[in-house]
């Protein structure tokens, strides 16, 4: 892939925050997902909200919206959106790993997509979670972090696993 095919480079390899000036403001949405791996006792932790720092999965609900909201302050080409919406959600698992899900739901009118902002939202939920039990469990692992859905702009619909046009 050359440097000229990747949008955040000009003609001449340097590097510049895309102009969306000429694009329509459509509805734009992503989702995004990822987990973090820990041992059965942290998730039980989380479950019955014993841990010492508090409810972690709302603390983490909370750190997923504002990270969302704070995409363009941490990813240095990012255009800063105005979000219409943002749903961060969690899902547990105890069969095989124990792990919780996340999952990542943004949502804005504009020229420009939120894949970004759906992705920042479920990495900084994870850390938060890390944060939060890493005293009874350090070996926790994040995984999976990706972009299961978009829809709007002139690209079109991605959903994860289906064929894409190109183009």
């Given at each position: 892939m050359?440097?000229?095919?990747?949008?955040?480079?000009?003609?001449?390899?340097?590097?510049?925050?895309?102009?969306?000036?000429?694009?329509?403001?459509?509805?734009?949405?992503?989702?995004?997902?990822?987990?973090?791996e820990?041992?059965?006792?942290?998730?039980?932790?989380?479950?019955?909200?014993?841990?010492?720092?508090?409810?972690?999965?709302?603390?983490?609900?909370?750190?997923?919206?504002?990270?969302?909201?704070?995409?363009?302050?941490?990813?240095?080409?990012?255009?800063?959106?105005?979000?219409?919406?943002?749903?961060?959600?969690?899902?547990?698992?105890?069969?095989?790993?124990?792990?919780?899900?996340?999952?990542?739901?943004?949502?804005?009118?504009?020229?420009?997509?939120?894949?970004?902002?759906?992705l920042?939202?479920?990495?900084?939920?994870?850390l938060?979670?890390?944060?939060?039990?890493?005293?009874?469990?350090?070996?926790?692992?994040?995984?999976?972090?990706?972009?299961?859905?978009?829809?709007?702009?002139?690209?079109?619909?991605?959903?994860?696993?289906?064929?894409?046009s190109?183009?």
């Amino acid at each position: 892939m050359s440097s000229s095919s990747l949008t955040h480079f000009d003609a001449q390899g340097q590097a510049h925050m895309v102009d969306v000036a000429g694009k329509p403001a459509t509805r734009r949405v992503a989702v995004a997902t990822g987990c973090i791996e820990m041992q059965a006792a942290t998730l039980a932790i989380i479950e019955s909200g014993g841990a010492k720092k508090g409810d972690v999965l709302g603390v983490a609900r909370i750190a997923g919206i504002q990270a969302a909201k704070k995409t363009s302050d941490l990813i240095p080409l990012c255009h800063p959106l105005a979000l219409t919406r943002v749903a961060v959600d969690f899902a547990m698992a105890e069969g095989g790993t124990p792990q919780v899900a996340c999952t990542a739901t943004v949502e804005t009118v504009g020229p420009t997509g939120v894949e970004m902002e759906a992705l920042t939202a479920v990495q900084v939920a994870l850390l938060t979670i890390y944060d939060m039990c890493k005293a009874v469990d350090r070996g926790m692992t994040i995984t999976g972090v990706h972009v299961v859905e978009k829809h709007g702009g002139k690209s079109g619909s991605y959903i994860a696993g289906q064929p894409q046009s190109a183009g």
